[in-house]
T-cell receptor, first 115, second 113 residues
Framework: NAGVTQTPKFQVLKTGQSMTLQCAQD?????MYWYRQDPGMGLRLIYY???????DKGEVPNGYNVSRLNKREFSLRLESAAPSQTSVYFC??????????????FGPGTRLTVT | AQSVTQLGSHVSVSEGALVLLRCNYS??????LFWYVQYPNQGLQLLLK??????LVKGINGFEAEFKKSETSFHLTKPSAHMSDAAEYFC???????????FGTGTSLTVIP
């Protein structure tokens, strides 16, 4: 049981390049989330998916798109990377469908640098 | 709007001393409250959560937190710090009427031998 896995672990992009961050969970969880973590700002929610087939914007969605490919996988895409998107990205999941009292399980993170 | 405030971005304590990490929230309705811990180069792990049951919540590794509605606080404590407690700690809030998790900016705990 691997929990929440993320690929890649590290990535360097040039401004304007695109890339997709992958996230998968093997806990049969219904909801999945993408956060970014910046120094002094804590974690901020980018997008979430309360159930398979649905996605919703979080606090900072601009510049990102997501796909809930199936129940296990939730990807985050940067279409045209900008230096302001340099951050550590975390994927998380919860067992419930929009149940906001659930514990979140986090992946190990992807460290992205945009030059 | 929901917000979470963690007072003190860095806290240092001696090994064996009391740990107190502060968290205050703003909410017009009763929230769900969480404390998460992040060790270097890892994701976050749940320490404990409050979901309107007992106001004193016990978590893992000897940590506990008390929900005080009158003070809108959910401070994290541990009676005796251990070297392994050195990490970043995040308070988080959510509401059952909303679709957001709000995290505080984090408190980095250093334990001095």
């Amino acid at each position: 049981n691997a929990g929440v896995t993320q690929t890649p672990k590290f990535q360097v992009l040039k401004t304007g390049q695109s890339m997709t961050l992958q996230c998968a969970q093997d806990m049969n969880h219904n909801s999945m989330y993408w956060y970014r973590q910046d120094p002094g700002m804590g974690l901020r929610l980018i997008y979430y998916s309360a159930s398979e087939g649905t996605t919703d914007k979080g606090e900072v969605p601009n510049g990102y798109n997501v796909s809930r490919l199936n129940k296990r996988e939730f990807s985050l895409r940067l279409e045209s990377a900008a230096p302001s998107q340099t951050s550590v990205y975390f994927c998380a999941s919860t067992i419930g469908t929009g149940a906001w009292s659930d514990e979140q399980y986090f992946g190990p993170g992807t460290r992205l640098t945009v030059t | 709007a929901q917000s979470v405030t963690q007072l003190g971005s860095h806290v240092s304590v001696s090994e064996g001393a009391l740990v107190l990490l502060r968290c205050n929230y703003s909410s017009s309705v009763p929230p769900y409250l969480f404390w998460y811990v992040q060790y270097p180069n890892q994701g976050l792990q749940l320490l404990l959560k409050y979901t309107s049951a007992a106001t004193l919540v016990k978590g893992i590794n000897g940590f506990e937190a008390e929900f005080k509605k009158s003070e809108t606080s959910f401070h994290l404590t541990k009676p005796s710090a251990h070297m392994s407690d050195a990490a970043e700690y995040f308070c988080a809030v959510t509401l059952n009427t909303g679709n957001q998790f709000y995290f505080g900016t984090g408190t980095s705990l250093t334990v001095i031998p």
